[in-house]
């Protein structure tokens, strides 16, 4: 709102000229959601503890979690306010892929504060079935790849890192995959979401990469010297990617270890759903397996433990998903945090650095 307000004034008024630049924006939306954070932070957490909004700790899990019980949750608000406010404020509104890119992630909210909501303040420990939940992401995420689908110009080809001449055109097998893509971020994150501040660290490196990958490939000159795809108007999501990581960091102010508030499905479905919406627009789904790595293994964890007991009668692990395995091998919490944290960055630099393997 602020950008359709004083972007005008920009042919009259030197002062505001800096509303043009792109990368201006980006970092006053990133500033913005952090004091969105720390202003409501305090406040949701007072509102949430009214709300007898507790995190309920299932009593088969590791039993260093018990002292965990009766801490806030539903904190993901704060992070949809702290992403969609900035994002309204300095964002172009014109832009498809903004407003395409804060549906999934309202609706992913919306879909993950029913299920919280029954849970800790209805005491329904069933929440929404899985059964529930999965339809209701599957038929956002397929809205997405429909209007992606018939959207004039839209590539509907998959581009592969390293290769530069591999890029299959899916057809319409293109609306399944993106709902893929989309769903499996989001149920990933969400997997991840079990130690303090474990998922939103790794979302706010996942989301800083994106950034850069937004800007590139809304610059005609610079994805055509990278050799990706150039996706026209994708580069104002770098605004909503600042927002992310800006809301990202303001949450971990209040979760990092010892959490005052978890995020609950509220934070982690629509942040996943996010990550995912930002692969498919910019043409980098397959990186998104690379620099959201820890969040592939955690989810992978679960089929393969699943599957394990299923068909074999013995588990992989001690306990999935797997950094639940680590605490129970006896590695402190903070340590296994911190250590997936120093594992995305890693990650987020190898798929930086594919841009130049092409």
């Known amino acids: 709102m602020l950008y359709h307000l004083l972007y005008p004034l920009a042919s009259d008024y030197r002062l505001f000229n800096v509303f043009k630049y792109l990368t201006f924006r980006t970092i006053y939306a990133m500033i913005t959601a952090l004091v ?53 404020l ?20 919306v879909i993950g504060f029913f299920d919280d909501y029954k849970k800790v303040v209805e005491k329904n420990p069933k929440g929404l079935s899985p059964r529930q939940k999965m339809f209701w992401q599957i038929l956002l995420a397929s809205g997405v790849g429909i209007f992606l689908f018939v959207m004039p110009g839209f590539s509907k080809e998959l581009f592969f890192p390293f290769f530069k001449r591999l890029h299959p055109d899916l057809g319409i097998l293109f609306i399944p995959f993106i709902t893929l893509v989309i769903v499996g971020a989001s149920n990933a994150v969400n997997l991840t979401d079990g130690l303090d501040g474990l998922a939103i660290g790794p979302v706010s490196i996942n989301a800083a990469t994106y950034l850069l990958f937004t800007y590139i490939a809304g610059n005609a000159r610079l ?30 102010w209040y979760n990092s270890y010892p959490a005052e508030v978890f995020m609950g499905d509220v934070g982690s479905l629509s942040l996943g759903g996010g990550l995912g919406t930002l ?12 620099v959201g790595g820890v969040f592939v293994t955690e989810a992978l964890s679960v089929i393969f433990q699943v599957g394990s007991y299923k068909y074999r009668g013995k588990r992989i692990f001690r306990m999935a998903p797997i950094h639940h395995h680590f605490e129970l091998k006896g590695v402190a919490e903070p340590k296994i945090i911190v250590r997936f944290w120093i594992i995305t960055f890693i990650l987020a630099l190898v798929a930086i650095s594919t841009l130049k393997m092409r």
């Open 90 to 109: 300095w964002a172009d509104l014109t832009n498809a892929f903004v407003w395409l890119t804060l549906f999934i992630i309202g609706g992913y909210g």
């Open 279 to 290: 692969a498919v627009i910019t043409k980098q789904e397959i990186l998104l397996v690379i």
């Open 36 to 88: 969105v954070a720390f202003i409501l932070g305090p406040w949701l957490i007072r509102k949430l503890e009214k709300l007898q909004a507790r995190q309920v700790i299932r009593t088969d899990g590791p039993e260093s979690h018990l002292k965990k019980q009766g801490t806030p949750t539903m904190g993901g608000v704060l992070i949809l306010a702290a992403i969609i406010i900035p994002t309204l």
């Open 223 to 252: 994805s055509g010297y990278l050799q990706i795809p150039y996706v026209p108007g994708s580069g104002e999501l770098a605004v909503l990617c600042g927002a992310m990581v800006g809301a990202g960091l303001g949450f971990l």
